[in-house]
């Protein structure tokens, strides 16, 4: 993913932020430096150069603590221990290692700065105290306490800065990966109901369009001969006309959203809105022991709906048997017809798209489907179990295509 430049915008100010926060250190480890060295305490070599060139280049270094926190951290603690092996003025322990202690805790280096920490204070407090002085008690009781006190602030100032600045890259991460997902899944859900909207107006308008399909055939071929059947015919399509632009503007505003779903499509409907205008004789046996979840029924009238378009469009049979029954905790549904297929071709292609879709509708309720050729014709059974949750709030079975 490439930085947007928002982004862009806050790493540049992080990084112009970050460059003067190191030139105020570096010019603050500098100037208190050369104001402890300017005092001239513990040395009678009197004022020089090189111990304000040796504070100038502690003072550099934090211009690239950054990047090289350890070695700044080495080049502060062995250019200490030269200084004061050389005899320039004291200026402590503590001060001239401060910084980088502090730089070494916040990006990462504690245990060295820990360890750089003792190192400096054990040489340093064994040096001394090797010598013979006469103020061991004040060496050990007073300043001991003071370096100690000090470096354990700039090093614990360090990690605590480092956790912060983790926290709030962890934070910005999970905010980044929250947004992500979130698109993720409005996505998954578009892409969904995009798909839930195809199946419907495939198997609703797929299914119209053959019967008016079929019925313009009819009113043609009996135009002449049998007047009453032409008119029939064309009275069907009238009707299946009507009702395919119904559908199409209730989709339309569906997607406007302008209106809620339409009410799901049930088993009661088969004889009323599906067999009334097809022109093939359909064998009926529905034995059910009461009413189904409003998401199964639907699934189960569109498996229905969309296998006998099947048969009409691609079966020269003129009868189908439907059987929806019950046992084992599931729905069983079987549309049959004896064949055979108007295609020569039938199944070299694969399973087409209304296939497709029955077999998706039965698997999004948790169930599964097969459509296939047997020896008396071509049989459609769907499993559908009874204890499957809906995947919706409102079910109107558009959850789960031509031969």
Not at 30 to 53: C, E, K, W
Not at 55 to 61: C, F, K, N, P, Q
Not at 197 to 206: C, K, P, Q, T, V
Not at 294 to 312: D, F, G, K, P
Request: glycine letters at 8%; hydrophobic letters at 45%.
């Amino acid at each position: 993913m490439f930085p947007t430049r928002a982004a862009q915008v806050d790493a540049r100010y992080s990084a112009v932020q970050g460059w003067l926060l190191d030139t105020v250190l570096a010019i603050s480890l500098f100037a208190t430096l050369a104001a402890m060295i300017s005092a001239n305490l513990g040395s009678d070599r009197g004022p020089q150069v090189v111990p304000y060139l040796w504070a100038l280049m502690l003072g550099s270094l934090m211009l690239v603590r950054r990047r090289r926190p350890l070695v700044v951290l080495g080049i502060t603690v062995l250019s200490l221990f030269i200084y004061y092996a050389a005899g320039y003025p004291v200026v402590g322990l503590s001060v001239p290692a401060v910084a980088a202690l502090f730089s070494a805790a916040e990006f990462g280096r504690g245990w060295w700065a820990i360890g750089a920490a003792g190192l400096l204070l054990v040489v340093g407090y064994g040096v001394r105290l090797a010598e013979g002085q006469d103020v061991a008690l004040l060496l050990v009781g007073y300043e001991l306490a003071n370096d100690v006190l000090l470096m354990a602030a700039a090093i614990a100032l360090g990690t605590g800065l480092r956790l912060r600045n983790q926290l709030r890259e962890n934070s910005a991460r999970l905010l980044w990966a929250t947004e992500e997902r979130e698109r993720a899944l409005a996505q998954a859900a578009i892409t969904t109901e995009r798909a839930d909207i195809a199946r419907e107006l495939h198997d609703s308008l797929g299914h119209q369009g053959t019967v008016i399909s079929m019925h313009t055939n009819i009113a043609r071929e009996s135009m002449v001969t049998h007047p009453e059947t032409a008119r029939d015919a064309l009275e069907v399509v009238q009707k299946t006309n009507g009702a395919m632009m119904s559908e199409l503007r209730r989709t339309v505003r569906t997607l406007q959203r302008r209106e809620p779903s339409p009410a799901p499509a049930t088993l009661v409907d088969l004889q009323r809105s599906l067999l009334a205008h097809l022109p093939i004789d359909v064998d009926t046996e529905i034995t059910l022991p009461g009413e189904l979840p409003r998401h199964l029924e639907a699934t189960a009238y569109r498996i229905i709906q969309e296998s006998l378009t099947n048969v009409v469009k691609h079966s020269e049979a003129d009868a189908a048997r439907i059987a929806v029954t019950t046992g084992d905790g599931q729905v069983r549904i079987v549309i049959c017809d004896s064949g055979p297929s108007r295609r020569a071709d039938t199944g070299a292609g694969g399973p087409g798209y209304g296939i497709r879709g029955m077999r998706e509708r039965a698997v999004n309720v948790g169930g599964h489907l097969t459509a296939q050729q047997e020896d008396n014709g071509f049989v459609v059974r769907a499993h559908l179990p009874l204890d499957y949750p809906p995947t919706r709030p409102d079910p109107d079975g558009r959850v789960g295509g031509t031969r």
